[in-house]
């Protein structure tokens, strides 16, 4: 993919610090871009007791931490595993526009699912040929967005949706997303989105007839994707569908292999794309030619590993004969990646004393704002840091103002 940005295109937002002035989703005061919170990158190379106190002495808490060069090793990571695969990364797993930046200048695609998105990647200077519009349902005034904005690259998986682009986005190119395996993968999003196998070849010529392009096949093993069987059947799937396609006169040129790549978010994992990266190169040769250009949407596997959630204890007490400690975030905020994303996260301190069972709960007056029953902790006071590592995907990006307690402030440093 050639390395270029541009900004743009009529009927994009306007930019200020490098987010969108117009229809923004993202509040400034919570997504710090690099121009406003001027944090020295030296800071990174200390060790990491001392960075956490510089961080805490210059920003407070809670505070999102993304370490721009993790993001980097990640993409090139990535790119080294998978070297035919061109990564549209999937800005909902974390809109920040100091990593979106990041990856567009290291040549980088993006996947984006609603007009708003959108809005913000092409206001981060992304060209629009660098974008996937990945939503199988998008709204008419998206659609008319797109075309206005020369955002050509859409995905369906129903009919309708179909007659839909045809309308508000003729000649667009698309590719039909196919209902997948998601077994053992923590979100099955094929509950909810992908056409079964024997309606993708005849929605492809029916979006033919239509005047659309078709182009391909998209498909989605699931978030978190521990299992190589769902992509092994997915690849074979999808190579038959591109067989079928071809006997009815429709040469397809891409397929998109989706997201799902799973990361640690505890030492003691060891399920990654690494562990079948080389499975997935072989299989990926073996069905599809050259001239098949194969794409993926990694949001999770680029951004997760680089985020440190930095919190503080605002208080204590002692129930049901454990610790009880009140952090000063919470499942309202960056920890909402536990009930939307199913995560759970790996609680670290500062000391090293004795460990003893002990509950977390988050800063809002609701009891469901509790974080964690039982994890062995050091005796912690008002003040002392709780950190968490591998936290930069699915936490930030879900957060929310509860109880008018704002979440942590995200930086990419």
């Not at 040129?253 to 799902?260: A, H, L, R």
């Not at 194969?294 to 454990?322: D, F, H, Q, Y």
Request: hydrophobic share 40%; net charge positive; glycine share 8%.
């Amino acid at each position: 993919m050639k390395n270029t940005s541009s900004r743009g295109t009529s009927g994009v937002a306007g930019r200020k610090n490098g987010i969108p002035e117009d229809d923004s989703f993202l509040s400034p005061r919570q997504w710090a871009v690099a121009e406003t919170h001027r944090t020295p990158a030296a800071l990174m190379r200390l060790p990491l007791p001392k960075r956490i106190r510089a961080l805490v002495k210059l920003h407070g808490t809670p505070l999102m931490v993304i370490d721009k060069r993790i993001l980097i090793e990640e993409y090139k990571r990535f790119c080294q595993l998978l070297p035919r695969v061109q990564p549209y990364y999937a800005i909902k797993s974390n809109p920040h526009p100091d990593i979106i930046k990041t990856f567009r200048d290291l040549g980088g695609c993006f996947d984006v699912a609603s007009q708003g998105e959108l809005k913000h990647v092409l206001a981060c200077g992304v060209s629009p040929h660098r974008i996937i519009f990945a939503n199988t349902i998008k709204r008419p005034e998206a659609l008319t967005f797109a075309r206005r904005a020369r955002v050509k690259l859409l995905t369906f998986d129903n009919e309708p949706e179909l007659y839909k682009i045809a309308k508000y986005h003729p000649g667009a190119q698309v590719l039909a997303r196919l209902k997948v395996a998601n077994a053992g993968s923590i979100v099955e999003l094929s509950l909810k989105f992908g056409a079964d196998q024997e309606l993708i070849t005849p929605m492809l010529l029916k979006a033919r007839k239509l005047g659309l392009k078709p182009v391909g096949v998209s498909f989605h093993v699931g978030s978190q994707c521990t299992n190589f069987q769902n992509y092994q059947r997915a690849f074979e799937a999808t190579a038959s569908i591109l067989r079928e396609a071809a006997d009815e006169g429709l040469k397809l040129s891409m397929v998109d292999i989706g997201g799902g790549f799973p990361i640690r978010h505890f030492k003691a994992e060891t399920v990654t794309l690494e562990t079948f990266a080389a499975q997935m190169r072989r299989e990926l040769n073996r069905l599809f030619p050259k001239e098949i250009a194969l794409i993926a949407e990694p949001g999770r596997a680029l951004c997760g590993p680089a985020g440190m959630l930095i919190t503080r204890v605002a208080g204590r007490s002692i129930r049901n004969n454990k610790n009880y400690y009140y952090l000063d975030d919470g499942v309202y905020g960056d920890f909402s990646g536990m009930v939307f994303d199913h995560c759970k996260y790996e609680f670290r301190t500062l000391k090293k004393t004795e460990k003893f069972l002990s509950i977390l709960a988050g800063p809002t007056c609701d009891s469901f704002d509790t974080i964690a029953l039982s994890v062995e902790l050091p005796e912690l006071e008002v003040g002392d840091v709780v950190y968490v590592p591998n936290i930069g995907a699915y936490s930030c990006a879900s957060a929310v103002v509860f109880n008018g307690i704002p979440p942590a402030k995200v930086i990419v440093v």
